[in-house]
């Protein structure tokens, strides 16, 4: 689709990546009706032969420009007008990949990375310039922070030297951010960078990898991860992030995953899931993950509801044993999906096993498994409602059927049997279903359910007995629409030829609604309060067998109520865990350290605030209730009075197990060993002095002991080699 409430559609059709090169061919068609005819385009044609087009992008600052890339004759094809006529333009480089600047539809990055090369345009593609080598990462800035003309770009100057550099004069002039980075992920206001240093004093020049975050670009600092003895992060994918959290997946050295949250004002990240499935380019563990091009982990984030994840993990490493959990706090906890209900309201059990649960289909099923079976669905023109493929069991063994929840994942029920792919179309109204190729083989039937999958109607879209093998069924983007297009090939033919069906389930709708078309539904975690981060929000929604095409936003709630705070709004802190009754106490001195850390730095006569060994859950709303228990009390400074602190913390804790403070002694002497060590080291490593001065000494808070800014210039890469 050119784009949302477009009615031009731009199909490519070609041969399979790993075909040979000589026979490689391509078509394009293009639809000006919303998918009822297509046209083979005729205008890629080159000096006596048909262009060979790998593939194409649509801007999305207007709607109407496209590129068509060439790769193989080093050509880009440009269209102004939806793909009717076309520009030519012959290329001095092989264009592997395009990146088009998200708000001006004249600048395009393209990147050749047959010579790790990039190039840009700022005419629409028409002419280019040569702008750097050795390039190994790039992207464009972002409209909210950055400079309109921002570049990032990750390339190496040596053998074993790679710089992350800024640029918003297309490298006339740029800054370096930082050294030593493998790559980046620009993502919302942050910028990650991942990076390999020595481990301080190692003697056999280890190279530990690190994960290091710039907030609303401001100086890098390095995250802190929890200690798992006898792992080492090997890579990081950023999972998820806002203004008030981040998510991230760590990548260990023994083939593991761990999904890890933590907040934008302290980058400290504690453990959220385990054993996350995962895929990594560099894996070596056939056994354990899938080894695929694509690096990412086996969670999914609900659309448009705050806090909502649905993730697979591994319940049984040795065993091979996946199962899926979901969470309604942004990863603080996790449990089991609820045993679905079948189509009599009756509870689905497992016959053998009574420890089983629901367990869905995530993208891993996609790469790993010789049947595709369809990832997790959900749309924020219909929120609240997830549809996939799952199975009912004590992992994820057995046949996938389909599994239907209307209220965010709070319940399910199983609405098909078989293996299917769906659809969500006119804002939830109208789900669609056809059987998959891989089980089903040839089918002239589509069905489509009006009340969210508790029945279904069938559809007939061939005529004369004939079968199609389908292989996709999409809808337009964003869900509002309730056409729904086919792609699929006779199954009774030896040639495969393309098939595309469009059924357009529009005219089962009236034009208008009226109130009694909407129902009004609330969205409430599994928790005992029934609040999803501190709030209880109402929603409106079509109702079942919903009779009216709606031009309402049903994105945004209708009330929203805070609730008052419970032990449930919030989690441990740093250096605080739970014990057998539920209350944090104390588990690592030098972690809880971090928590009070205003408390050794403020100066006397002043007030701090000081952990009670809670936090509140990351994006949190709740208001009052049982908050003095758990938020951080106001202190004097323990430079002050150290006795008034450790009184208030007694009382604040009340009969919970707790050290009654940090003595004084054991602080001094790690502060004495602690400068020794440092002293020998900089001995033997004179260079590293200055910089080290100003990366730790500089800089009293936590966070900042590990931060390198950017207007150093060369930000001590001695001290990192």
């Given at each position: ?292 091009v694509q690096s990412f982990t086996d969670i999914y984030k609900i659309a448009g509801l705050e ?169 337009e983007p964003g869900g509002r629409s309730a056409v729904f297009t086919l792609f699929g090939a ?232």
């Amino acid at each position: 689709w050119a784009g949302n409430d477009s009615r031009h559609i731009i199909c490519l059709a070609k041969n399979r990546p790993n075909s040979d090169e000589s026979k490689q061919s391509s078509s394009v068609y293009i639809s000006s009706d919303g998918g009822d005819s297509y046209k083979r385009s005729n205008v890629f044609t080159l000096d006596n032969q048909e262009a060979v087009i790998s593939s194409f992008y649509i801007s999305s600052a207007s709607s109407q420009i496209s590129f068509f890339v060439d790769t193989t004759n080093q050509y880009l094809f440009v269209s102004q007008n939806y793909g009717k006529s076309l520009i030519s333009v012959n290329l001095k480089f092989k264009p592997q990949l395009l990146m088009l600047h998200p708000n001006e539809s004249s600048k395009l990055l393209a990147f050749d990375n047959f010579n790790n090369k990039l190039w840009i345009s700022q005419d629409t593609g028409q002419t280019w310039k040569y702008l750097t080598n050795n390039v190994i990462q790039f992207a464009w800035g972002s409209s909210l922070l950055d400079h309109p003309n921002t570049l990032f770009v990750l390339k190496t100057f040596t053998a074993n030297h790679s710089s992350l550099i800024s640029s918003s004069d297309f490298l006339a002039s740029s800054s370096t951010l930082l050294n030593d980075v493998d790559k980046f992920i620009l993502k919302g206001d942050y910028l990650f960078a991942v990076r390999k240093s020595q481990v301080f004093g190692s003697k056999n020049h280890h190279k530990k990898v690190q994960l290091w975050i710039s907030v609303k670009r401001k100086s890098f600092e390095l995250a802190l991860l929890p200690d798992l003895e006898g792992k080492y992060p090997q890579d990081f994918q950023v999972i998820d992030v806002d203004k008030k959290f981040i998510m991230i997946s760590t990548i260990y050295h023994d083939s593991s995953a761990v999904l890890m949250i933590c907040s934008p004002n302290q980058l400290h990240f504690t453990i959220s899931l385990k054993d996350a499935l995962f895929s990594w380019p560099n894996a070596d563990n056939y056994n354990i993950i899938h080894k695929s091009v694509q690096s990412f982990t086996d969670i999914y984030k609900i659309a448009g509801l705050e806090g909502i994840y649905i993730a697979n993990y591994y319940r049984n490493r040795t065993k091979n044993e996946s199962a899926s959990v979901i969470t309604f706090d942004n990863g603080v906890n996790w449990q089991p999906l609820p045993l679905p209900f079948d189509k009599d309201e009756n509870q689905i059990r497992c016959k053998k096993n009574h420890d089983c649960s629901l367990h869905l289909t995530q993208r891993l099923n996609q790469h790993a498994a010789s049947i595709k079976y369809p990832p997790i669905l959900s749309k924020l023109s219909s929120l609240g409602l997830i549809v996939s493929s799952g199975v009912v069991n004590s992992s994820y063994q057995g046949t996938p059927k389909l599994f239907i929840s209307s209220d965010a994942g709070v319940s399910w029920r199983q609405a098909l049997n078989g293996d299917y792919l769906f659809e969500i179309g006119a804002f939830g109204a109208i789900i669609m279903a056809v059987k998959h190729f891989s089980k089903a083989g040839g089918t002239n039937q589509a069905i489509y359910s009006l009340d969210y999958g508790y029945s279904w109607k069938v559809i007939e879209f061939m005529d004369n007995n004939q079968t199609l093998k389908i292989y996709n069924l999409l809808t337009e983007p964003g869900g509002r629409s309730a056409v729904f297009t086919l792609f699929g090939a006779l199954s009774n033919s030896a040639k495969h030829d393309w098939i595309i069906v469009k059924i357009n389930m529009t005219s089962i709708f009236k034009p208008k609604c009226s109130e009694s078309d909407y129902q009004t539904w609330s969205l409430q975690s599994l928790s005992e309060t029934k609040c999803n981060l501190g709030k209880k929000m109402t929603f409106l929604r079509p109702s079942a067998n919903f009779s009216c095409l709606n031009t309402k936003n049903l994105e945004k709630p209708v009330k929203v109520v805070i609730c008052p705070c419970s032990r449930a709004d919030y989690h441990c802190d740093i250096g605080y865990t739970n014990d057998e009754f539920g209350h944090c106490i104390k588990s690592n001195e030098q972690n809880e350290f971090l928590s009070n850390q205003n408390l050794e730095t403020c100066s006397l006569n002043q007030t701090v605030y000081k952990t009670q060994g809670y936090r509140k859950i990351f994006g949190n709303h709740c208001q009052g209730g049982q908050a003095s228990s758990y938020e951080p009390l106001l202190v004097p400074c323990i430079n002050q009075d150290s006795t008034t602190v450790t009184s208030t913390e007694k009382q604040a804790h009340g009969n919970t197990k707790m050290d009654d403070g940090l003595s004084a002694y054991p602080i001094v002497i790690i502060l004495i060993i602690g400068v020794t060590v440092i002293g020998i080291y900089f001995f033997r490593n004179q260079r590293n002095l200055l910089c080290f001065k100003k990366n730790y000494f500089n800089s009293r808070s936590a966070g900042n002991r590990y931060s390198v800014n950017a207007s150093f210039g060369k930000p001590c890469s001695t001290f990192y080699n």
